[in-house]
């Protein structure tokens, strides 16, 4: 095993890790956002009940998106020294402005919406969750420009063997960035639309307490994931010209791609320019996946006079399709990486050339302990993810008065209090 | 430009130990034998804080990678176990802290008590091996390096990772003598003054390791800051004994805070104006302009970033202005 593959793996297991859990945060804080707004707009409490119970899933699940992305934002010092040594000038920028303009304050607004609950006054906690929805969409606009730039690298100069800044606008017009970000944040709001609304079809089928409450949710769900599953499509299939223009060896051979890995081949030395099949293999499954989930608008219908929840077997495709956009968003981002490779930015830094001067051995435990770490807090955070969904909303521990008795179960209950 | 970056880097780092410090050490308070009302206590005065806090050190990753990308590449890989450790350790704690209370068993709440005190211990222990190792230099060679991972293995980095680990709990327990009902400041205080007794003791031995280390004596280019930030570092320990003593925590706390920025300014000035010093290769020492980003970066970042850096310390300000105050039967709880 060489130093390159294991850190190749670590980033791959480290992103896939990452994306499954900001798809969701991205998503489902769009649609807090709007639970919040109707409630603090009409005071009905089954609008505050429902920002409770999602809110409560939301902060869950914003916990490994947290560690997950320290484990990436490190990773790039730790293994991919070459990285931040070559291209650092230009594609340190948009991760710097990242962390501060965005990562910093969404984490500040997060914790005093958290504990702002019958504290602050309606309007300003209402703000602060607003404030942790737009930095939440501005960190995933920097991190594309970031990630654009190794697509198509643009607005730089080489001096010295080191890429200089030249042209900051260009990395924000990058040909690569646009699409990809709509289908992004598209992806996103289908991947939390579908969670509200599987979540809630299970509390439809067990007919658990709240009808009214999940009822209102499915509807919210499907709506969203079918106006969300249009986009994914729309951005989707957009890209496929720039991307068949700027990195013609991504998704298919042709002269194109010939003739820029002839071109590669006078300029860096004869080598494999061809990324692996996996690429392809997975472009195609998501592409699949995708027409099915659009699908969803066929369910649309079905929700005029509840024929949905009273059918039943609807309930069940809503449930059962939940793992549906998570392997998909992983195909994706498999598509666009993989099909990066064998450049760490595309035509300017070979892979090899970005990879840290370290141990082999050091780098396979740092793969291993990472690995195991992520996945055992994953795991665990999807069990709780899980319970809390099949709570309910009875008494989500968000937003709870103060006062009220802690839920630790070793303090003695009085029998039939 | 490049120095006034580096005095933000050394101010986000020194920001991030100092809060971040706390969350460690009632992180590593939640190891005594308590009832589980009292470790439910420590991590709701934690409350809205926490999070806030935490945020500081991927800021300032954020600055490291975006005005010192040279560095970034070599400081973090060049102390790859002090770095990963650190690391795993503050995933642990972030992961444990957020959902320690969401199971209502008893036995798993105890459970991810055990998970937080292993992470603050590991992230404390990590930070300050990281700074023990930029003290003493690092084998850098010409081609600017690091060959292997051999150079953190001595007596200075394990005891100045200890007192950095010491500082933590000590500053964790002022802190919660400041923030927990009026009850249970006597308690806390004279747990406090017990551990800045055990900080001073884990200080002074790390300064003697490092006074005795060829290595440190070597790279060391400005001596007299150094000690003369020593010698503060004592004092504000010092100074927090008697403010506890006196019943003013919230000086207290002040002074443990400045105990853990210090060991930041220290690192920065002892070795000014080298980021790097290598231990094999006089001209393979890393300075500050050397390390910097081009020009037109830190332009970039300074017109982008420096207006809004009134506003990111504002809102930080305004989460410890609303939840000021000690904790009582009205404050939420949630952690």
Known sequence: MDTLLLARLQFATTTSIHFLFVAVTLGLVTLLVGLQTTWVLTGDPKWERLTRFWGQLYVINYVLGIASG?????????????????????????????????????????????FGWHRLRRGVHLALLWGVALTAYASAFWIMVANAWLQHPVGYRVRDGVAHLTDFAALLTNPTLGMALGHVIA?????????????????????????????????????????????VQGFGFAQFGPVGELQPTKFD?????????????????????????????????????????????????????????????????????????????????????????????????PTDQAVSRVDPGLMLASLIGFSLLLGALAVTNWTLLARHAARGAVDPALGRPPGTPDDDRSRPIPALA | MPLLWYALLGLFFAGYLVLAGYDYGVGLLLARRDTPAAHRAGLTALGPFFLGNEVWLVATVGILFGAFPTLEGELLSGHYPAVAGALAGVILVTVGVQLRSRPSGPAARRGWDRVIVAGSALAAFGWGALLAGLLQGLPIDAAGHVAGQTHLATPFVAATGLALLALAAAHGATFLTLRLPAADAPATARLARRLLVGALAAVATATALGLLSDRVRAATRQPLPAVLLVVALVGALLAARAALRRGRPGVALAATGAALALPVALVGAARWPAVLVSTVDPAATVTVTDAAASGSTLRLLGWLLLPLLPALLGFQAMSWWVFRGRTDGRAPVYW
């Open chain 1, 70 to 114: 320290l484990v990436l934002e490190f990773q790039f010092g730790l293994n991919w020294s070459g990285l931040s040594r070559y291209v650092g000038n230009v594609f340190g920028a948009p991760l710097a402005i990242e962390t501060l303009v965005a990562f910093f304050l969404e984490s500040t607004f997060l914790g005093m919406w958290i």
């Open chain 1, 187 to 231: 992806a996103s709001l289908l991947t939390g639309g579908m969670l509200m609304a599987s979540v809630s079809a299970w509390h439809l089928i067990r007919r658990t307490a709240d009808f009214a409450l999940h009822r209102t949710a499915l509807r919210i769900g499907l709506v969203t994931a079918a106006l969300s599953v249009s986009l």
């Open chain 1, 253 to 349: 051979a042709g002269p194109t791609a010939d003739a820029r890995i002839a071109e590669w081949t006078t300029r860096f030395g004869p080598g494999d320019y061809t990324p692996p099949v996996l690429s392809n293999v997975g472009l195609g499954f998501m592409i699949l996946i995708g027409f099915t989930l659009g699908c969803v608008w066929l369910l649309l219908p079905l929700l005029w006079r509840d024929w949905l929840i009273r059918l039943r077997f609807p309930l069940w495709l809503t449930l059962l399709a939940l793992p549906l956009p998570f392997v998909a968003v992983i195909l994706g981002w498999l598509a666009r990486e993989v099909g990066r490779q064998p450049w760490a930015a595309y035509g300017l830094l």
